[in-house]
């Protein structure tokens, strides 16, 4: 690791004043990812800003149709909260489904959605279920917030804080695990949301998460597994890489929302 | 430098700490706790978990910055002087180890199985061992080990 000041902010505004002090500071949420980043020299930040204890980024809380879950939140806390599994069972089930048990222990929200990993599996849920990303300066929708591999349109400085999802009639999350690292191969979040049905896919797209507009046309004329077949992903748009092929992920994806559609409708 | 403050295995301790140190580097190389292993360098094997305010965690995939004011639990914490802990008793009852390089990594990430859950199935140990990587056993002894820590843990 190359050396770096390291300061832990207290609250939000602070964590911002740190972040405008030092161009080259960055922020550390539960550093899941960017620790081992940081282990391997692929960062190297003049200041890490530690944002992980401070209090106003915690906290679920479930209101008028809307679960709103604080940045920092651990992903064990998603997976076993009571208040999420009983509005959004299948964002509790995709929680249980990341990493491993040491790194739900520390992994946060916020810090996944930041870094919008190609194969990560919350900015799945985020866009299907058509979240908003509270900032300390903003709030963005989902549709307006993933911008291309480990890309947002967070501006510099700009800090999630919380993320608020809207209640949907139905959802489920299907993945397949990568066998060793357990990221996903690829990964569809359905939801039959207020604003229509929304189809969301992780680990394929060569762009990260992107909703598969032929797939939610389809489930909204007919919301069975069955309107999947005879339509797939473009495997143009998929990723290739020594794990499978485009080909493979743009099927694998396919199968994975036919499995999501099949969890809803039983 | 940062100055930090935490107990380990009961024992308070300060000590002053680059940004850069790593928890697991702070606990075996100041602290001497070796138990604590190092098995990669990518935060995949493991074998560094701890417990850190009694949640399973990788001591290598924090800074001990981080672990300012935290409560922290290591492999050489779990025994009562010359009782083992039901765990590492059950690891040697079932062979649940050859080279034993894993072992306090997978001893502490099945302390947080069971603590979350006394009574798991095969399947919810499989589970929750994802993050620990063995490379003699096949991971089957390791399976019955935690089985069987269940079964002494609630005796």
């Known amino acids: ?266 | 430098m940062n100055k930090i403050e935490f107990t380990i295995n009961g024992k308070k301790v300060t000590s002053q700490v680059e940004g850069r140190t790593l928890l697991v580097d702070l606990i075996r190389d100041e602290l001497k706790l070796t138990g604590t292993h190092v098995g990669c360098d990518t935060s995949q094997c493991g074998c560094c978990t701890i417990h850190l305010d009694g949640k399973a965690v990788k001591s290598c995939a924090m800074l001990a910055a981080q672990a300012d004011g935290a409560d922290i639990l290591t492999i050489e914490g779990m025994a009562k002087g010359d009782t083992l802990h039901p765990i590492q008793q059950a690891f040697t009852e079932c062979h649940g180890l050859q080279c034993g390089f894993c072992t306090p990594g997978m001893i502490m990430t099945a302390a947080g199985i069971l603590k979350e859950n006394p009574d798991p199935t095969e399947a919810d140990i499989v589970k929750g061992l994802e993050g620990n990587l063995c490379r003699c056993t096949g991971y089957i002894n390791i399976i019955k080990s935690v089985q069987r820590a269940a079964v002494l843990m609630k005796a």
Not at chain 1, 96 to 118: F, H, K, M, Y
Not at chain 1, 126 to 149: P, Q, S
Not at chain 1, 195 to 219: C, H, N, Y
């Open chain 1, 1 to 266: 690791m190359y050396a770096f000041e390291y300061q832990r902010a207290n609250s939000v505004a602070e964590a911002a004043s740190m972040l405008a002090a030092n161009p080259e500071a960055k922020l550390l949420a539960g550093g899941q990812t960017y620790i081992p980043t940081l282990k391997a020299r692929l960062a190297q930040p003049s200041h890490v800003v530690d944002i992980g204890r401070i209090k106003e980024l915690t906290g679920i809380e479930v209101k008028a149709g809307v679960v709103s879950i604080g940045a920092m939140t651990l992903h064990a806390e998603v997976a076993e909260s009571a208040e999420i599994k009983k509005a959004i069972p299948a964002l509790a089930a995709l929680a249980i489904e990341i990493g491993d048990l040491q790194v739900r222990n520390r992994g946060t929200l916020g810090g996944s959605v930041a870094n919008n990993d190609p194969a990560a599996d919350y900015p799945a849920a985020v866009l299907a279920l058509n979240a908003t990303i509270v900032t300390n300066k903003r709030e963005i929708a989902a549709d307006a917030f993933f911008d291309g591999m480990f890309a947002t349109t967070l501006a510099e400085g700009e800090i999630i804080v919380r993320i608020n999802f809207p209640v949907p009639k139905r959802a489920a999350y299907s993945k397949f695990h990568h066998p060793a690292s357990g990221y996903a191969m690829a990964g569809a979040f359905v939801a039959d949301t207020a604003s229509g049905v929304r189809v969301a896919i992780t680990g394929a797209g060569a762009s990260g998460v992107f909703r598969w507009k032929d797939a939610e046309a389809a489930l909204t004329r007919n919301f069975s597994d069955a309107a999947l077949s005879g339509i797939a992903v473009n495997e143009a748009d998929c990723i290739a890489d020594l794990h499978a092929g485009a080909d493979y992920r743009a099927h694998l994806a396919g199968v994975m929302a036919k499995r999501a559609v099949k969890k809803i409708t039983g």
